[in-house]
Nanobody
Framework: QVQVAESGGGLVQRGGSLRLSCTAS????????MGWFRQAPGNEREGVSCINRSGDYTHYANSVKDRFTASRDSAKNTLYLEMNDLKPEDTAIYYC??????????????????WGQGTQVTVSS
């Protein structure tokens, strides 16, 4: 049984920073490109980043480019998302899942796709 768990969310002021983490049991992150996604109330899910299997290339959504940095630790089977210069429009529930870059966007992967409960990020103005 696969279980995915995101953590690290919270309430921060505009311009603040947070570091999200994602771990899994029953799923080896190294087998897939892995991404971060977010969904705000009333909005569709948005792909934020997609890091390749080796961890040496990451595709970012234009909305977070130069502010967010994704990384992966194979030894810990953990993904990270370092978020800086946060804005109120970054407020959402953040999820990790397998991914693929499709043109300029990040989409859920076609293999190894499992969703956790997400972690809430709230940015106040």
């Amino acid at each position: 049984q696969v279980q995915v768990a995101e953590s690290g969310g919270g309430l921060v002021q505009r311009g603040g920073s947070l570091r999200l983490s994602c771990t899994a049991s029953g799923l080896n992150f190294d087998d897939y490109p892995m991404g971060w996604f977010r969904q705000a109330p009333g909005n569709e899910r948005e792909g934020v980043s997609c890091i390749n299997r080796s961890g040496d290339y990451t595709h970012y959504a234009n909305s977070v480019k130069d502010r967010f940095t994704a990384s992966r630790d194979s030894a810990k089977n953990t993904l990270y998302l370092e978020m800086n210069d946060l804005k109120p429009e970054d407020t959402a529930i953040y999820y990790c899942a397998s991914c693929m870059a499709y043109g300029s966007s990040v989409r859920p992967g076609t293999r190894g796709l499992y969703w956790g409960q997400g972690t809430q990020v709230t940015v106040s103005s």
